[in-house]
């Protein structure tokens, strides 16, 4: 099966064909996610989150961004890679975010990169467009900027903010992303803004109108029961299947039924 590339997900729009995207950070579950026919994978900074157990994505590092896009990249042949520069990888200059940047193409295997922002950081995407490694910019509600949102809340519901977001996306689009994320913004905000740029739009708590969907994997598959936002959906319950198998392991070590003689050599 062929590699998806941004000439299928630019097609994908405008043919009003929806892209799915989910994240993953390791070989087994972006394995199975391509196999499925996901369009996109994103190797998100939310692995700090949902893999390191932190409480946001600032501790995460650019080694540990190359570490999980090298073990996607292993497991993917037709889904289009993504992956997140992480904080403090692309604010100082752009000189260090161009070289962040490649790293996650070079040693991680991404076909494109992610970074946090909309008019702040249009002169860092033209940068490393210019290098010609594609881009997807995230606007709205930016994980990165926690502290001063002061906390995950959703962006654009006054006005003046839904001008300053509208004027973001206009600005991540000129800038030469090929796409960008919407999270946490009011539906009817982000089917303006889907209508009005040329790029695909995916959203994350930002309504159906968006032109793909992303969420993180471990929210949908119900393997982190901390903590679940207003929007996400759960598909599965694979904590329970979790605990319910190793439950069984530990019976079965514990009363001598596990290993069996099937599981021993004579
Ligand atoms: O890190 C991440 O998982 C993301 C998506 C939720 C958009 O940036
Ligand atoms: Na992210």
Redesign the pocket.
């Known amino acids: 099966q062929k590699r998806k590339t941004i000439l299928d997900l630019q097609r994908m729009k405008a043919e009003g064909e929806k892209i799915t995207v989910l ?1 993953a950070y390791d070989y087994p579950f972006a394995r199975l996610m391509d196999q499925a026919g996901i369009d996109m994978i ?1 190797v ?3 692995v700090g989150c949902v893999v390191a157990g932190y409480d946001n ?1 600032l501790p995460v590092t650019m080694d540990e961004m190359v570490y999980h896009t090298r073990a996607v990249a292993r497991g993917v042949e037709q889904a289009f890679i993504v992956a ?1 520069l ?1 904080f403090l990888s692309y604010q100082i200059d752009v000189v260090e975010a161009r070289r962040n940047a490649g790293r996650l193409m070079q040693e991680g295997g991404a076909q494109a990169v ?1 970074l ?1 922002g909309g008019c702040n950081v249009a002169d860092t995407i033209r940068a490393i467009v210019d290098m010609d490694i594609p881009v997807v910019g ?1 606007i709205g509600l ?3 900027s926690i502290h001063r949102m002061g906390g995950y809340r959703v962006q654009g519901k006054q006005d003046q903010q839904a001008q300053q977001l509208l004027a973001d996306a206009r600005a991540v689009e000129e800038a030469g992303a090929f796409a960008m ?1 919407m999270e946490g913004i009011p539906a009817a905000l982000a089917a303006e803004i889907t209508a009005v740029v040329g790029i695909p739009t995916i959203g994350i708590g930002a309504g159906v109108e968006c032109d793909g969907q992303v969420l993180v994997i471990h929210d949908i598959l119900g393997l982190c029961d901390k903590y679940s936002p207003k929007f996400v959906k759960r598909y599965a319950d694979l904590a329970g299947t979790i605990r319910g198998g190793v439950e069984d392991y530990i019976r079965e070590v514990r009363n001598g039924e596990f290993p069996g003689p099937e599981h021993s050599f004579k």
């Open positions: 994240t994103l998100g900074d939310s994505t997140d992480p992610k946090e995230h930016t994980p990165q994320v």
